[in-house]
């Protein structure tokens, strides 16, 4: 059974950075493809950034160029880096592990989810 803890959210003003954590057990986590996503009451969850199997990244087009997805291999653990913070970044936080369903190359479903941490960003 894959675990998956997140860490690291709080609130902060505009254009301030935050650094999340996804604690991964249960799995080696060097070969697993994961991603971030994020959900704002009432609004669709939204991946913001994924990596796969292969270290490839990719990121929406809300983020780009101000978060980072990384990955410690020997400690399993996925982060997100997130600078140049805004209000629109509000949302619960979550990390996903483990393709339900696959296109070749990227997720298009997980298996494995964290219970989430809240980012807040205050203008």
């Known amino acids: 059974q894959v675990s998956l803890v997140e860490s690291g959210g709080g609130s902060v003003q505009a254009g301030g950075s935050l650094r999340l954590s996804c604690a991964a057990s249960?799995?080696?986590?060097?070969?697993?493809?994961m991603a971030w996503f994020r959900q704002v009451p009432g609004n669709e969850r939204e991946e913001v950034a994924a990596m796969n199997n292969g270290g490839v990244t990719r990121y929406s087009d809300s983020v780009k160029g101000r978060f980072t997805i990384s990955k410690d291999n020997m400690k399993n653990i996925l982060y997100l880096q997130m600078n140049n913070l805004k209000p629109e970044d509000t949302a619960m936080y979550s990390c996903?592990?483990?393709?339900?369903?696959?296109?070749?190359?990227?997720?298009?479903?997980?298996?494995?989810w964290g219970q989430g941490t809240q980012v807040t960003v205050s203008s």
């Open positions: 996903a592990a483990v393709c339900s369903a696959y296109d070749g190359n990227w997720c298009l479903g997980f298996r494995y």
């Open positions: 249960g799995y080696t986590g060097g070969s697993v493809r």
